[in-house]
């Protein structure tokens, strides 16, 4: 192998991320910036209702692409337990996806790609600020029409779900839904 192959700090990471948002994307248009960061989430529902058996993950967002795209990695169980963290049979419980949400100034909305090469998951959509609220609109690689949404947004804490429109086209189905929490954020308010 050369030396290109396994410098990764100084190659690969080094193009792909950037220090901050490219001055071409407005503030008002920076949906995302506040993410920057490691966090912490409880899974309260994904694809079962995890109430009474709640599982944690761990979430990481940072500027990519020369500041012109915020993208995320969504890891759940987190990283550091046996066999990173997933038991033997909990694959549907598992996830290690990547976001990349690229401003598309003709748009004056963000392109959402999120993808998660465990299970096979691939899904389009378009961000927009509605209210207080992100609301990502969408559908999965099946055509299934998705909703994904952060709401309760404070600087150090939000909550994100994930809704599919049921085959009969009338109720939206709750898929999944996680509380972050920013790391190194004081757990007292």
Do not use: K
């Amino acid at each position: 192998m050369n030396r290109l192959e396994t410098d990764l700090p100084g190659g690969f990471l080094a193009a792909l991320s950037a220090p901050a948002r490219a001055a071409d994307i407005a503030a008002d248009d920076d949906l995302y910036g506040w993410l920057i960061g490691s966090w912490d989430m409880d899974v309260v529902h994904y694809r079962v209702d995890l109430r009474h058996a709640p599982r944690r993950g761990e979430i990481h967002f940072g500027w990519v692409l020369e500041g012109r795209a915020v993208q995320d990695v969504w890891i759940m169980p987190p990283r550091g337990g046996p066999a990173g963290g997933r038991a033997a049979g909990d694959a549907d419980l598992a996830m290690y996806g990547t976001t990349l949400r690229i401003w598309d100034a003709a748009l004056r909305a963000w392109r959402v790609t999120y993808v998660n090469p465990l299970t096979g998951q691939r899904d389009e959509l378009r961000g927009r600020r509605i209210g207080n609220d992100l609301v990502q609109i969408g559908t999965h690689a099946d055509g299934t029409p998705i909703r994904w949404n952060f709401t309760d947004i404070t600087r150090d804490s939000f909550c994100w779900t994930g809704v599919a429109l049921a085959p009969d086209g009338v109720t939206w189905t709750l898929e999944a839904e996680f509380h972050a929490r920013r790391r190194g954020a004081c757990a007292a308010r």
